[in-house]
């Protein structure tokens, strides 16, 4: 017997969500692509999504998930043989950076392991170190959405300009972008890429390449760069299609349109506080759970402020991750996030909460209640009180608004 009958909740880290008003935005016939009503309101997501990164420079927008992006980012900067440094701090951060080695770059990585942030003082030596400044990239992950780390990029940038580096920083916001702060130019971040099926609360489609200057110049020489994933004809277009390289992606346009009114009528900074808000519950939970005896289950990221707003990755005894979720998904109907191999030895011993994009307090409150009556009914020790803690953290945030 299950209790799962009613709405289902996905609460793993992307896709989210996706808001009635995104499906109903979809539902509607066909338009003509080549002028008309389609074209203006594109013209209107490239100014939104330029505004909401904190870029001079509209994105490139490509069909396609956040790999796409990745390839689309790279291609575009690099030449065969050329250098490139990955900042690692989780699954996500080692992928693009591996991804880079197998397009034909020489890669380099300083792997901060997937419980602290990047040292920015081990990436300033490392810099220095570079006399020839040969490295021509660097790549890092905002938050990754594997281990639930959470990088602080205006200190990355710090340590690169310290060392007065020439190479461009190239930064992944897939998970991040509109559920956490980032300004791309503020930050000095040369690229940035994301894509729409998490914050942007829109079915997986849209890829997200955000290039600034340097990153732009840096397309004229690159040599890997194959006709599809080309910036260039993308920005500098004549006739629409030309944006997409053929057939725009019209209802996920459509349906991002639709987002983003949803993430301007709430205003971006109630939506990044909205996530910190609903990540600080997530971790009060935890923190109750864990209270007794961390090895049941506790954060896997100890710090706090290195702590991801969009995910978090909990840790439990080893076999425990893959039942909590089992049961939550099976009696419950919530769907938790597996241990995405944060290492091999501990993929069984992690399961992850997405808390981004179209999510309120009953959403998240429910999960958490949700894994509370998993951990009771599988007898698995934990301390009491976890889903008052996160409702006290929702209350103190009425709270503080109202004031
Ligand atoms: C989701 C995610 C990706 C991969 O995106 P896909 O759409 O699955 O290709 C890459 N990096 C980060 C940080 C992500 O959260």
Redesign the pocket.
């Known amino acids: 017997m299950t209790l799962a009958h009613g709405r289902d909740h996905l609460a793993i880290?992307?896709p989210s969500v996706i808001p009635s008003r995104v499906l109903g935005a979809m539902h509607q016939p066909a338009p003509n692509i080549y002028g008309g009503a389609l074209i203006e309101m594109t013209e209107s997501i490239y100014r939104d999504l330029a505004m909401l990164a904190g870029s001079r420079h509209e994105p490139v927008i490509y069909i396609g998930?956040?790999?796409?992006a990745?390839e689309a980012s790279l291609v575009n900067v690099l030449s065969r043989g050329d250098r490139l440094l990955g900042l690692v701090t989780g699954r996500?951060g080692y992928?693009?950076a591996k991804m880079a080695e197998q397009l034909g770059a020489q890669c380099d990585y300083l792997d901060f392991g997937t419980r602290t942030g990047v040292d920015a003082g081990q990436l300033e030596a490392t810099l220095r170190a570079d006399r020839t400044r040969s490295i021509k990239v660097i790549t890092t992950?905002?938050?990754?959405?594997a281990s639930g780390v959470r990088n602080d990029i205006p200190a990355i940038r710090a340590a690169i300009d310290a060392a007065a580096h020439p190479a461009l920083l190239m930064v992944?916001?897939?998970?991040?972008f509109a559920c956490e702060p980032f300004d791309m130019d503020g930050a000095g971040v040369d690229v940035m890429v994301t894509?729409c099926?998490?914050g942007l609360m829109t079915p997986?489609g849209l890829a997200f390449v955000f290039p600034g200057d340097r990153a732009i110049e840096a397309r004229a020489s690159a040599d890997l760069v194959t006709p599809y994933w080309d910036w260039s004809p993308r920005r500098e277009y004549t006739m629409f299609p030309e944006r997409f390289c053929g057939t725009p992606p019209t209802h996920h346009l459509f349906g991002l349109r639709e987002a983003l009114d949803m993430l301007l009528e709430e205003g971006i900074s109630t939506v990044w506080r909205r996530h910190r808000t609903l990540a600080e519950a997530v971790w009060a939970a935890i923190e109750c759970w864990g209270a007794a005896d961390a090895s049941h289950i506790a954060s896997h990221v100890t710090d706090k402020t290195v702590r991801s707003h969009a995910v978090t990755t909990v840790m439990t005894a080893p076999g425990d991750a893959p039942r909590i979720r089992e049961w939550c998904e099976q009696e419950a109907g919530v769907t938790l996030g597996i241990g995405f191999a944060v290492d091999d030895t501990t993929k069984d011993a992690i399961f992850r909460i997405g808390h981004m994009g179209h999510l309120n307090p009953p959403m998240l409150l429910g999960t958490l209640a949700s894994i509370e009556a998993a951990l009771v009914s599988l007898g698995i020790s934990h301390g009491r009180g976890a889903v008052d803690a996160a409702a006290s953290v929702i209350a103190r945030y009425q709270v503080s608004v109202s004031r």
């Open positions: 880290p992307g998930n956040g790999h796409a990745w996500f992928g693009w992950v905002l938050s990754d959405t992944d916001a897939i998970c991040s894509g099926q998490k997986p």
